[in-house]
């Protein structure tokens, strides 16, 4: 409990100032709180940790909310016009708090966390929730995209090891692939939504590539033309998937765990998917490591998408929305649900209680939380990622050359700056 003392302090000292207010959160009290319906924590775990919260906490009721990813931004911005009738506490990805921030979405936390120890908790884990010199809320989702593998369709190829470079990823596929073990060896997803921002921004970091280059958009060259060529290569070649340029990350998650793929990119909670009977056909059969790197320029790659837990600006129950969030933030709570998201807090892998059974994961974890490559943070992001999923998604569909839309996109995304 060191870890979350200052924290806590903060929130006592809110706290007193509600009840002078005369709205002690031991009155009756309700909170709307917004969430995702994929990846991460499951709807059940969060329902688990709030009626937790509520017992703690006696007249508190929280009516938590889910959603998939994709109707998260719309759903926060929209809140803002409902004011106290909307959301008190939303989850949010690392790409929102430029533009929450300068729209005045969100509630600046900085003076409630003066008393904690920022260096307990990673600092990727910090940027989700960081803008402009102040903090925005807590992170809550430390997560990166890892490379798993089935290890009974490498052991049959006579692969010994997981591949270490995207290019080590290709040879291994054709290898299976010709081998017949496997018709489409490598699943991804790369749908014309963030998910494909995701992978693309993960083999960018790999090729060493760059966004913007003196405030200008430099998609089509370097790295990131590397790694669009990449993925329309792994398609055209017939290693991927063709329904990948269809697939969010629930999808990748079925596809590998009816054993009908050798690789899979995804995030941290397909592990534990993966390995559940209920789940999976392929339990006892999968290996994670670190995204891959490309020889002589990276050793693996990873992209930072962790999220955060922020009060809504229309709140008129800031306090008690920030006492929920710590509850839910905090180092007990996120080490006994740490199976579908792994904690933010640097001393939980040393917890038996968070390693135990994962230890694979946490092995990868350790390599690649280190190396989370944001994506561009901008005000204007959700404008420029649909430009980007929109020409990466011509790429893959043959509609143009990876040079061609990548330039498109460029072009596109010079206007919005």
Known sequence: MIAMSGIHKSVLAGLAMTALAG???????????????????????????TAAFEKENPGVTVNAEFVPYEALYDKIVASKAAGGAGYDVVLYDVIWPAAFAQNGVLVD???RLKDLDRSQVFDGAWATVNYDGKTYGMPWILDTKYLFYNTEILEKAGIATPPKTWDELATDAKIIKDKGLVQYPIVWSWSQAEAVICDYVTLTAAYGGKF??????????????DAVTYMADSLKNGLSNPNSKEYLEEDVRKVFSAGDAAFALN????????????ESKVVGKVGVVPAPGVEGKSTASGVNGSMGLGITAGSTKPDLAWKYIVYLTSKPVQNQYAKLSLPIWKASYSDPAVTKGQEALV???????????PRPTVASYQELSTILQAQIQNALAGKASPADALAAAAKDAARIR
């Open 212 to 225: 913007f280059e003196a405030d200008k958009p430099v998609f089509d060259k370097g790295g990131s033309l």
């Open 267 to 278: 995030w941290t909670y397909m592990y534990a998917k993966a390995n559940d009977p209920a």
């Open 363 to 373: 092995k990868a974890a350790d390599v690649s939380i280190g190396l989370m490559t």
């Open 23 to 49: 709205l002690s959160p031991a009155a009756a009290e309700t909170l709307n709180a917004l969430f995702m319906a994929q990846a991460a924590y499951s709807d059940a775990d969060v329902k688990a940790m």
């Open 109 to 111: 936390v900085t003076d």
